[in-house]
């Protein structure tokens, strides 16, 4: 059967994200092109071809896209650091995705935007996504600026993009905030699958976030693309309450969408303050030695 498209883009496709949404994106493309800054996984799949790169620079990322139909771009530094450390990866490298996509006449961007692009709004807002950037860090600013590219493009170059603000994407819900935050595995792909599929997407934002009961976010602006996600940590609520801290409404972390990154000092980690509400012996360890706990719940 014939594929939607003949070619596809993905960057960051060797992380922990990228790598769960390669076999979606291979099975609605003709050609999938992985692209990342570190070696190609260990296998790849039939119609996927491998390239490293470094997004960070122009003209590696231009001839990329030649004979494009969408780039799906997930590179970037999944953390708070010095602004300086976030230029290349999380700045420079989301305009050189849009610019050579211009170039190239690529149809539509999909980006791995976060949570952290509204990160200072509080939970019991209940914003839509048409609520105004409120981000929490640099690495929020960064999502914030990728996004303002995107609505440009569209705007003066017609570029179409779908800017999914991906909560806490893992295998199962890590800790309390992901009662509310939490984006499975499944629905991610899901996500994924839509942004690539819907027919015309303009501009769009949607929140990244499965069918959690207490989700603190409202995606009825973007029902049209047909995201309907199913999984839902209510069921994890029992044994992670019980590990839960006791409420303070006076703990931003506790107060905010944007969780630890909410209350982090500017260039330090936030995900080090999410490690810590997941397993905080193992985290304070972690965090004197100086090792990155790298867990995924933003
Ligand atoms: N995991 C989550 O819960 C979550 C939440 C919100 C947003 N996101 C976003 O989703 C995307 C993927 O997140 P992840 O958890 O898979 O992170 P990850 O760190 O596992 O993957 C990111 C990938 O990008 C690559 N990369 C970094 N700089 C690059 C460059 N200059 N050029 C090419 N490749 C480069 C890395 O090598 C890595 O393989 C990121 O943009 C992140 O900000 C993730």
Known sequence: MAKLHKKIVLTGACGTLGMEIRTTLAALTEQLVSVDIVNAPKTLIENETFVQADCAKFEEV?????????????ASIPDERPFEDLL???????????????????????????????????????IDTDADHAPDTFYGLAKCFAED?????????????????????TK??????????????????HLVDRAVTSTTTGFTVVFGISNNDRSPVNN???????????????NWAQSLMAAAPPANPLDRAQLYLGGPFATVPLG??????IKAMTNPAKAASNISTGVNPNVKGL
């Not at 493009?153 to 779908?162: D, H």
């Open 62 to 74: 231009l001839p990329l896209m030649e004979g494009a139909n969408m780039a799906v771009h997930f």
């Open 88 to 126: 290349g990866p999380n700045f420079l490298s989301s305009y050189n995705v849009w610019e050579a996509s211009h170039r190239h006449g690529v149809q539509r961007v999909i980006y791995a935007s976060s949570v952290h692009a509204v990160g200072m709004h509080e939970n019991a807002a209940g």
């Open 149 to 169: 590219l995107g609505k440009l493009y569209w705007a003066k170059r017609r570029i179409e993009s779908v800017h999914l603000r991906i909560f806490s994407c």
């Open 172 to 189: 199962v819900p890590q800790n309390a905030r992901a009662l509310r935050t939490w984006l499975s595995y499944d629905d991610l792909r």
């Open 220 to 234: 009825a602006k973007a029902t049209f693309l047909g995201f309907r996600p199913k999984d839902n940590a209510e």
């Open 268 to 273: 330090e980690s936030g995900v080090a303050g």
